[in-house]
């Protein structure tokens, strides 16, 4: 059962998609103005379990999230996972510390800052990448406060108080936060892959417009 068919496109998002979560919407907007999306921001099993069960019709998932077992999907919605970019990271840090003032910045010169980092539970891609990164750059993190919600965690880091996160770059640039500065990593591989995952019996123009939006649609700079 295609939901686009019913006027509906039920759409599971994951934090840090910035201006391409404004695009797609602009262009069903534009392309499909009788079908209503509706966004679904859920942990990623969850996602997953709605899309096979037939609740969601798409989801995006950051970094090789596991397929549900396709036993729970219902007949012929088989899941088709598509890459579609990769998320790059950027250091979070107080904007009166001295890198801040660089144009780019290595893990190796975080060591001796605290890190406050979301529990592995809750993203274990990116904990695994940022924590194997540091390692790679001779050094392990000492942990900082106890991670919250990331708003709390970049105005703690606004206070002043020394320490650093990292934040997806599509996020960054569409935050104005004056006491944090975001920064640039020189170290290559700090990325996280984005896919988009599909059931069979999704609408494959819906689909296709979806992915038109947040691959090959120009940017454009943002208001200053």
């Known amino acids: 059962m295609t939901s686009g068919s019913r006027g509906i496109f039920r759409l599971g998002t994951i934090t840090g998609l910035g201006e391409r979560l404004d695009r797609v919407l602009e262009a069903f907007g534009e392309h499909a103005p009788d079908i209503r999306v509706e966004l679904a921001a859920l942990p990623v099993r969850e996602r997953l379990a709605r899309l096979a069960d037939g609740r969601l019709d ?8 596991p397929v549900i077992d396709s036993a729970s999907a219902q007949d012929g919605d088989e899941q088709q996972r598509r890459l579609l970019w990769e998320d790059e990271l950027v250091a979070a840090v107080p904007a009166r510390h001295p890198l801040a003032e660089q144009p780019t910045i290595s893990l ?6 605290p890190l406050r980092l979301t529990q592995r539970r809750h993203h274990p891609a990116l904990v695994d990448l940022v924590l194997d990164g ?13 991670f919250g919600s990331l708003q709390d965690t970049l105005a703690a880091i606004g206070s ?16 104005r936060m004056p006491r944090v500065a975001f920064v640039p990593f020189s170290d290559s591989g700090l990325r996280l892959p984005v896919e988009l995952v599909v059931r069979g019996g999704a609408s494959s123009r819906l689909v296709g417009l979806l992915e038109e939006a947040v691959v090959n649609h120009p940017r454009h700079p943002l208001p200053d």
Do not use: D, H, S
């Open 58 to 65: 798409a989801v995006f998932v950051r970094g090789g999230a």
């Open 108 to 113: 190796a010169e975080l060591a001796a800052l």
């Open 160 to 175: 002043g108080t020394p320490m650093w996160t990292v934040v997806y770059a599509g996020n960054a640039q569409m935050m």
């Open 134 to 146: 540091c390692r790679k750059a001779g050094f392990e993190p000492t942990p900082g406060p106890v």
